[in-house]
């Protein structure tokens, strides 16, 4: 960062801008601390990649994900939000709740007195051509956001850990059939969760399996084409739906070296709080929400996070 170049500051900026993001903003800017938001690569976060949206209330005949993102920018707008597409690239937090640096695109730095994280997880996928085909078209990453869609068929998930055996539990209660498929020869789950699942009727659990390819046509999938590892024998399950349950990743690469995480990169908030361990930083939604990872409660977070950083800079100047 040069000494001459002249370095814009900010009283709250906002990295991402799912519902976390946008809410937070619409908090902020409402309290006056002018907010700005750099969008990340995929502005609006992983709704825009969602098509219906069913659960979100105030909304009673359902809006897709892209056209909910966009209400939420321009309300967060409306009250003054500047919304900015970019991404934060290096982050230098000061650690006595001094004045923040952020570099922007690998170039541009402004310094803020708040920082707001929201820059969310990304699911992990088996990386099939034909997942990505039917992404939102019979395919999902979250049988709690897109199961209702799936009410009396036959589905198939694919996962053997606490979320997967429970998402295959919650599938069960709605669909007709669940096709379970693990790779190995058990599961990952707990004991509690594998007793559960094989104590539901409608749970078919498949083991050594692996999904060798994702069958449907212009209305979705209706079919998905697996290989048992061991036998290599291959067959067809009919099926109208596919959810993928191997795990999210948080978007927290760019924190390692700053803020506290557990063991598989969530970043760490204090109980009852959004605050990190770095005074003035705060984080919100999925990046710190590896439980319920829903856009309400994304939402929820990203107005705790807008409160506390306001009361934050009026203690401060106190």
């Known amino acids: 960062m040069s000494n001459t170049e002249e370095i814009e500051h900010l009283q709250c900026l906002i990295i991402g801008s799912g519902p976390a993001g946008y809410t937070a903003a619409i908090y902020a800017a409402r309290a006056d601390l002018h907010p700005v938001i750099y969008t990340g690569i995929v502005p609006g976060g992983q709704l825009t990649q969602t098509t219906d949206v069913d659960n979100f209330p105030g909304y009673p005949q359902g809006i897709t994900g892209p056209v909910m993102m966009e209400d939420l920018k321009a309300q967060a707008e409306r009250f003054g939000t500047q919304v900015r597409f970019g991404y934060a690239t290096e982050v230098d ?175 760490l908030t204090k109980p009852d709080s959004t605050a990190t361990n770095i005074q003035g930083v705060f984080a919100c939604g999925d990046v710190q929400d590896h439980v319920y990872r829903q856009a309400i409660t994304a939402a929820g977070t990203g107005c705790m996070a807008a409160l506390e950083a306001e009361r934050y800079l009026a203690g401060r100047d106190d």
Request: hydrophobic fraction near 40%; aromatic fraction near 10%; charged fraction near 25%.
């Open 93 to 267: 937090f000061s650690t006595d709740g001094g004045i923040h640096k952020i570099q922007i695109d690998g170039s541009k730095w402004v310094t803020a007195d708040t920082v707001i994280i929201a820059t969310g997880a990304t699911a992990k996928w088996l990386g099939l051509p034909s997942e990505e085909k039917y992404n939102g078209f019979g395919v999902s990453a979250c049988a709690v956001c897109d199961g209702f869609f799936f009410k009396g068929q036959d589905v198939a998930i694919v996962g053997a850990g606490d979320t997967a055996a429970e998402e295959a539990t919650y599938l069960a209660k709605l669909c007709r059939k669940v096709y379970m498929l693990v790779r190995r020869d058990e599961f990952r789950a707990s004991k509690a969760m594998v007793h559960r699942v094989q104590n539901t009727a409608n749970i078919e659990v498949l083991y050594n399996t692996e999904t060798e390819e994702i069958l449907g046509d212009e209305r979705g999938v209706n079919a998905v084409r697996v290989k048992n590892n061991k036998t290599l024998q291959e067959s067809v399950l009919d099926v109208t739906g596919f959810f993928v349950a191997i795990g999210h990743k948080p978007n927290t690469e760019l924190f390692q070296n700053s803020l506290d995480m557990d063991e598989t990169g969530y970043l």
